[in-house]
C-alpha cells in the first residue's frame, strides 16, 4: 500500500528531552513538509524539504530540527528549546513539479499525526 | 506576511441545515486556495479554487472563490452527522525556489447534532 507512516501515533515527553518524530513515505515523492496544530488553529509550516540532503525553515522553526537523508524519510526532532511542544505533528508529501501556473497545485498528502504531550 | 482567516471558528447546527463557511485572505502573490475537511487525523482535500471564478461541487458541497473581495465560501446543503469535522482553508504560497508552501487559517469547527 502506498501511503505516509508516521510514528509513534502518542509520545509523551518529560521537560528538557530531546524527542524524534518518524516520518516515511513509499509514494516516490519529492517534497515533504512537517505541520505542528494546536487547538482552534490551523496548521503551521515547521520546515519542510523539496530535495534530499536539503532542507527550508517555514513560519515555526525555533526549537526543531530536521534531516532529510533519504528521500522515503523526513524526522523531525523536537528539541528542548522548544517552549511549549505540546500538539498534534502532521506530516505531508507530494511530487515536486511545474509550480509556475495558477492553477497548478501538487496535492500534499498527509499522514495519520503524532500527538505530543510535555509532562 | 501571507494571512487566511476564516470564520466562524466554531459552528453547531442540526442535521438537515445549510452551512456557509467562509474565508478571506490576503497573499502577496496569490494562486489558488484549497479547502480540507479534517475529521480525527490527516486533513482530506475537498477543492481547489483559482481566480477563475468558477464554482467547484461534489454532491452536497459546494466552493467558490470572490477574486476581488479576497474570500471564498464552502457550502453544505442537508447536513449529516458525518459532515461533522473541521474545516480547513489554506492559499497557495510559492517561494524564491519555486517550492509550494501553503498557509492555512484557523480552522472551523463544524458538529451536526441529530
Known amino acids: 500500500d502506498g501511503g505516509i507512516t508516521q510514528s509513534p501515533k502518542y509520545l509523551f515527553r518529560k521537560e528538557g528531552q530531546n524527542v524524534t518524530l518518524s516520518c516515511e513515505q513509499n509514494?516516490?515523492?519529492?517534497?515533504m513538509y512537517w505541520y505542528r496544530q494546536d487547538p482552534g488553529q490551523g496548521l503551521r509550516l515547521i520546515y519542510y524539504?523539496?530535495?534530499?540532503?536539503?532542507?527550508q525553515k517555514g513560519d515555526i522553526a525555533e526549537g526543531y530540527s530536521v534531516s532529510r537523508e533519504k528521500k522515503e524519510s523526513f524526522p523531525l526532532t523536537v528539541t528542548s528549546a522548544q517552549k511549549n511542544p505540546t500538539a498534534f505533528y502532521l506530516c505531508a508529501s507530494t511530487i515536486r513539479g511545474p509550480t509556475s501556473a495558477a492553477s497548478s497545485y501538487n496535492e500534499q498528502f498527509f499522514g495519520p499525526g503524532t500527538r505530543l504531550t510535555v509532562l | 506576511e501571507d494571512k487566511v482567516v476564516q470564520s466562524p471558528l466554531s459552528l453547531v447546527v442540526h442535521e438537515g441545515d445549510t452551512v456557509t463557511l467562509n474565508c478571506s485572505y490576503e497573499v502577496t502573490n496569490f494562486r489558488s486556495l484549497l479547502w480540507y475537511k479534517q475529521e480525527k487525523k490527516a486533513p482530506t482535500f475537498l477543492f481547489m479554487l483559482?481566480?477563475?471564478?468558477i464554482e467547484k461541487k461534489s454532491g452536497r458541497l459546494s466552493s467558490i472563490l470572490d477574486k476581488k473581495e479576497l474570500s471564498s465560501i464552502l457550502n453544505i446543503t442537508a447536513t449529516q452527522t458525518g459532515d461533522s469535522a473541521i474545516y480547513l482553508c489554506?492559499?497557495?504560497?510559492?517561494?524564491?525556489?519555486?517550492?509550494?508552501?501553503?498557509?492555512f487559517g484557523q480552522g472551523t469547527r463544524l458538529t451536526i447534532n441529530p
Open positions: 524539504s523539496q530535495i534530499v540532503n536539503d532542507f
Open positions: 509514494l516516490n515523492h519529492d517534497a
Open positions: 489554506a492559499v497557495i504560497n510559492i517561494d524564491l525556489q519555486g517550492a509550494q508552501k501553503l498557509v
Open positions: 483559482t481566480s477563475s471564478g
